[in-house]
């Protein structure tokens, strides 16, 4: 009998604890233990409903402190609470709930729905400004870094520092904006280690610039650029490649001695079969950008081309900044249409495809006179006017107009023409101007046809 009483008694006080539990574990489950804050805000023996109320209530000061000093003051705004939170003030009282009571103090970070943020921006000028104040008698931190160079990746070793990492108190900044005041704490910033996932990117990408070779189409001639003719030295950082390319430069200024034409003189044959030496003046030619090429090649290095022309990296000089002429590699790069003008002998002289099929007696007019009084090579007769008086078609050879046809200068130029007519034998000259940005050196006729060259000896 003594025996069944003692077991009754014991169910009785486990009945009675696991009521309690229960009991407990309910409370618990609908109350927010008593050390509980969300964003800063205590909310500890509230329901769930009351909790979000307290919230909503809330005004931010948005002051920042950083190392218990404020940096900011700011301007008061509502909390951002909306209906639409009340959803995650319940589920932090999920997350949050025990069994039995906890004094445990957890903050919980919830960001309102309608969170004020206009104030962000000169939160972290803010922060900057105070940051770089503190760090002026600090050392800054190393981050180790690959670096390729003579085809190989090598890392260099971090060094540690004593200066505040900026960017980790504006991060910090950015998990207690929904926080009444904002309490912020320097921290020294910890450098990059060779083995971070970050060193560990730049080397994977740098490795891709290795043992590269592009053919570097220049008119007819190709040479054969490895990555360490076109770098001198890369690094990678954010996402983002930074080149040396002294090398390249190196190279380029090769190529355009050997091959490009703008500001070279050279020997010239006259109709009459003299040799003259022109000027190096005139503003015929190309020349290859080393900027331009330079990206040319370091985009198909990265792309993985194996083949590219220079033809997009010429540039020139005058009215045409693309550059002439490229592509031309017979007669010096004049190539065989051209036509050849002397001032002493107030003559032109065409050529097509070699052979002079048309010459003409001509006057030069100033328009100003400055450029046409200048010998050399030209792309351009802007600055002249020359006026054909005997402008006539020759039997069997071609007339002025189907010479010229689709041979082009850069710039509109003035002449004028004197053909026979009229009482006198003579009409009046007729002029004309190219129109404004047409590549044309006109010449007119009664019917006025436009006719344009190429190219200009004068001398």
């Known amino acids: 009998m003594e025996k069944t009483q003692k077991l009754i ?18 409370y618990h489950h609908s109350h927010f233990n008593k050390n509980v804050t969300i964003n800063g805000v205590k909310v500890g023996g509230l329901t769930s409903e009351a909790a979000y109320q307290k919230l909503a209530s809330q005004k931010r ?13 700011g301007t008061s705004t509502s909390s951002g609470y909306t209906s639409a939170d009340k959803a995650k003030v319940t589920k932090v009282l999920k997350e949050q709930a025990t069994i ?21 921006s000169a939160m972290k000028k803010a922060i900057k400004v105070a940051v ?30 004593t200066a505040y990492d900026t960017s980790k108190i504006q991060a910090e900044l950015s998990n207690q904006l929904a926080a009444d005041s904002i309490q912020l704490t320097a921290k020294v910033k910890t450098p990059l280690t060779k083995n971070s996932a970050a ?10 610039l290795s043992n590269k070779k592009i053919t570097y189409k220049v008119e007819n001639k190709s040479y054969t650029l490895t990555s360490d003719d076109i770098i001198t030295k890369a690094t990678y950082q954010n996402g983002q490649y930074q080149f040396d390319t002294a090398a390249l430069d190196q190279e380029i200024a090769k190529i355009n001695k050997a091959q490009s034409t703008l500001g070279k003189s050279f020997k010239f044959k006259t109709h009459a079969g003299n040799t003259i030496t022109t000027s190096a003046q005139g503003s015929y030619g190309w020349r290859i950008s080393t900027t331009k090429a330079t990206k040319t090649l370091m985009d198909a290095l990265l792309k993985g081309t194996t083949s590219v022309s220079a033809k ?19 007669n010096n790069g004049i190539g065989d249409t051209y036509a050849e003008v002397s001032i002493s002998a107030q003559t032109a002289w065409f050529y097509k495809d070699g052979k002079l099929v048309y010459s003409a007696r001509v006057v030069m007019v100033s328009n100003p006179v400055a450029m046409i009084r200048q010998p050399g090579f030209t792309t351009s007769c802007t600055s002249s006017a020359i006026r054909p008086y005997a402008g006539l078609a020759i039997p069997g050879r071609l007339t002025p107009r189907q010479f010229l046809t689709g041979h082009r200068l850069p710039n509109p130029a003035v002449v004028s023409t004197m053909l026979p007519g009229g009482p006198t034998g003579r009409q009046p000259p007729t002029s004309t101007t190219g129109p404004t940005g047409v590549s044309t ?3 007119m006729t009664p019917q006025t046809p436009s006719m344009t060259c190429r190219l200009t000896n004068r001398w």
């Open 312 to 330: 997009a990296d010429v540039y020139g000089i005058g009215y045409n900044t693309g550059g002439v002429g490229y592509g031309t590699t017979s």
């Open 441 to 443: 050196c006109t010449l």
């Open 132 to 161: 770089d104040k503190l760090n002026q008698n600090r050392v800054m931190a190393v981050d180790a870094k690959a670096v390729w160079k003579d085809n190989k990746v090598t890392v260099t070793s971090p060094k540690k520092g």
């Open 61 to 73: 000061s948005n002051d920042v402190y950083l190392n218990g000093k404020k940096i900011y003051e």
């Open 100 to 120: 039995l009571p906890s004094a445990k103090k957890t903050n919980y970070k919830l960001t309102p729905s309608e969170l004020d943020t206009s104030q962000l």
């Open 199 to 208: 060193v560990k990117k730049e080397v994977a990408a740098l490795k891709k």
């Open 9 to 26: 008694w014991r169910a009785l006080a486990a009945v009675a604890v696991i009521g309690g539990l229960g009991a407990s574990g309910y």
